[in-house]
């Protein structure tokens, strides 16, 4: 067969899906502001306006999409967004040459620090080919999930179904996908040019660049100390969200282990303990907790900008894009809305106390219309599904340690768990490293000069310590993940960026030299997780190939994931022509972790992803059984026959193509379906065979 050149594919697909995405995550966001004067958006410079609407987007399009979806159709949802591109096309036709005025859109180094991003996360995030060997990054086992749903969301609509379970009929997707809608919209929008894929990939290129600029905001809108200011901090905080904590010093140690002849080197620096992701690792791995951040933050911007408004039409017109902002938080991240959710109760009870009377009801009615927004949605993730429950006490574990106490009964529970707590100041120290120390540096400053905090200063402490309570005492358990402790605790990393900065800002003072090299020592290690974390996620499944590091189960049993993987999506691109987009490919269920290569390119339903169908993301548990007893004729465990014929299955199970690889138990058996049955599609990895009338 002819080598393909899936990298410059990927390459080709990503930069198309980046220059479509401004239609949904930059034009919105700038007819809204226009329209509505937020932040006086008229009279801003055109730096201002690209640097509002790009997050202005990012928080409103999301809950936009799904109600015009939920409610109407597709074809409502793109009327939706040709309004909004007619009024903004009509808008800039008019203020063209205030637009391109001569002094610039934007600094050189913010147009340098974008442009590093944008090369950074593409090629983090496209596959790596090596002659006729493919490698897909770390972060693919969690994006090549999000890569099905976005496919679910273009094919099915809203609701979308769970691409993974198909009992005889659709079931309803049970996940906070509402990011995924914009990334459908880009791959509905660059038809076959785009992949869902690469609509993932181009979504967290904005993604970043939504954050980025909203950070500059913040320095503009919330924590201004002045003009003369404003752009050294505004860069400060772009390139602090570039650092992570200590997360290098455990992760040498885990090459020295390595050295050792142990199994040592993760595929992520950040896993080695009970995850306090930094932004970077956010953006790459799962670009949605990203946006919803972002979302959470636009509508605190906004909420705080409100109060101030004299006019009764303009305060209920913040609230609207407030309620709408929070609305697309709740459906693109539960858990950063969960958390960010109690940090405005406690500041509303905290306006109320102090008599802010209409801020209070600023922030009460923008939360009452938020969950009347997120209702109807909120309302679809019932029902039966697999997984626990949504927040139960746990202190945050201490890995390191808790690594002592395996083996032991579940008596020593308690034991644990004291442990753990008397672990928090160094388990905070290693995962927030350089922020952690700033945040110390600042409130000894602070108490040292005896004034009252500032309501943006207040703010800012109430958001790090509502975060910090709840990621540290509680956690999630729908998966096995604490996504609850790792994906609140963004809302307290933001807050002590902002105070980080403060800090950075001080340094050529005579008060800012008081340690000052620890500071730096801490900010340079940080900087070094940060490199680490972008190319151990590139390289892994390269080095796992070569046998410098263990494989995982998600990755290849063996050190051939290179040439299977460059197999298997030979074989995806093969189906993608081959069989309509409403097809049904089932490979086999039995997983020791997941078929991330099949989740990855297959852009199909699949009937079974795993042993348990995925019912996590939706679908009835009790319905999967069948299914999976059915599989079992040929998809046998190991030691078992598997049938010789398809003919049994294709009749009991509405599947369309059936796939099979050789690690499948059912391969080495030359008197299996796999090599009794002819293939539609075949290579020395992967043999596909139809199954079904189509």
């Known amino acids: 067969m002819p080598l393909h050149h899936f990298m410059l594919a990927d390459i080709a697909g990503s930069l198309l899906s980046v220059c479509l995405f401004p239609l949904f995550v930059l034009v919105p966001g700038y007819a809204v502001a226009w329209l509505t004067g937020l932040f006086e958006f008229r009279r801003r410079t055109a730096a201002f306006q690209l640097a509002l609407s790009v997050p202005l987007s990012i928080a409103l399009c999301p809950a936009a999409t799904y109600l015009a979806g939920r409610f109407g159709s597709k074809s409502a949802v793109w009327c939706l967004y040709a309004a909004l591109w007619g009024y903004a096309l009509a808008v800039l036709v008019g203020r063209v040459r205030r637009v391109w005025a001569p002094a610039g859109l934007m600094p050189r180094t913010a147009i340098a620090s974008l442009a590093v991003w944008m090369a950074v996360a593409i090629l983090s995030l496209v596959d790596l080919q090596i002659g006729g060997r493919a490698y897909f990054p770390a972060a ?164 705080w900008q409100a109060a101030g408004q004299p006019a009764m039409g303009a305060r209920l017109r913040y609230v609207l894009l407030a309620s709408l902002a929070l609305a697309s938080a709740a459906g693109a991240s539960v858990y950063v809305a969960f958390v960010f959710a109690i940090f405005l109760l406690v500041w509303t009870a905290a306006a109320l106390a102090q008599r802010r009377w209409r801020e209070a009801a600023v922030l009460v009615a923008a939360g009452l219309a938020g969950l009347a927004f997120v209702l109807p949605f909120a309302l679809s993730l019932r029902g039966a599904a697999q997984g626990g429950p949504f927040v139960e006490f746990r202190i945050r574990q201490f890995f390191p340690l808790d690594a002592l106490f395996q083996g032991q009964t579940i008596g020593n529970r308690w034991v644990r768990a004291l442990a753990d707590g008397l672990a928090l100041p160094l388990n905070y120290f290693l995962e927030l490293g350089f922020f952690l120390a700033a945040a110390l540096v600042w409130w000894k400053r602070y108490r040292a000069s005896r004034q009252v905090l500032t309501r943006a200063e207040a703010a800012t402490a109430l958001m790090i310590s509502t975060s910090v309570v709840i990621c540290t005492f509680l956690r999630s ?26 800090v950075v800002s001080d340094w050529g003072t005579e008060a800012g030299r008081d340690r000052r090299v620890f500071l730096t020592v801490l900010l340079v290690l940080g900087a070094a997780g940060s490199v680490y974390e972008i190319a151990i996620n590139r390289f892994y499944p390269l080095l796992a190939d070569r046998g410098t590091v263990a494989t995982v189960s998600w990755l290849a049993p063996d050190r051939q994931a290179g040439k299977r993987n460059y197999a298997v999506r030979e074989a995806a691109e093969w189906a993608a022509g081959a069989a309509p987009g409403d097809a049904i490919i089932q490979f086999n269920p039995h997983t020791a972790s997941q078929n991330t290569s099949a989740y990855l390119y297959a852009g199909r339903q699949m009937l079974a992803a795993d042993d348990n169908c995925l019912s996590t993301f939706g679908g009835d548990p009790a319905l999967c059984p069948a299914s999976i007893t059915e599989l079992n004729r040929i998809y046998p465990r190991a030691g078992q026959t598997a049938e010789s014929a398809l003919d049994g299955v294709c009749r009991n199970l509405p599947i369309d193509l059936i796939g099979a690889t050789d690690t499948d138990p059912a391969w080495s058996d030359r008197r299996s379906w796999v090599w009794q049955q002819r293939p539609a599609f075949a290579n020395g990895y992967v043999r596909l065979f139809r199954c079904g009338p189509r």
């Open 140 to 303: 693919a086992f969690d994006y090549s999930v999000r890569a099905q749903f976005i496919h679910s969301i273009a094919a099915t609509g809203i609701p979308p179904a769970n691409p993974f379970f198909f009992p005889g009929h659709p079931v309803p997707l049970r996940y906070h996908y509402f990011w995924l809608l914009l990334c459908a919209m880009v791959q509905l929008a660059g038809g076959g040019l785009v992949s869902a894929r690469h609509a993932w990939i181009g979504g967290t290129v904005w993604c970043g660049l939504g954050f980025m600029a909203l950070i500059a905001l913040y320095f503009r809108l919330f924590a201004y100390r002045g003009p003369a200011s404003f752009r050294r901090r505004a860069l400060a905080g772009v390139l602090l969200a570039g650092v992570t904590g200590l997360d290098i010093l455990p992760t040498a140690l885990l090459w020295v282990l390595q050295a050792a002849g142990m199994h040592g080197v993760l595929p992520s620096g950040e896993w080695w303990n009970e995850q306090v992701d930094g932004f970077v690792y956010t953006a790459l791995w799962e670009s949605h907790y990203l946006s919803g951040l972002i979302a959470c933050l636009m509508a605190f911007l906004v909420l």
């Open 477 to 502: 358990s729908v998966i096995g993940n604490n996504d609850l402790g790792w994906r609140g605790f963004l809302i307290a990393q933001f807050g002590l960026l902002l105070l980080a900065v403060d």
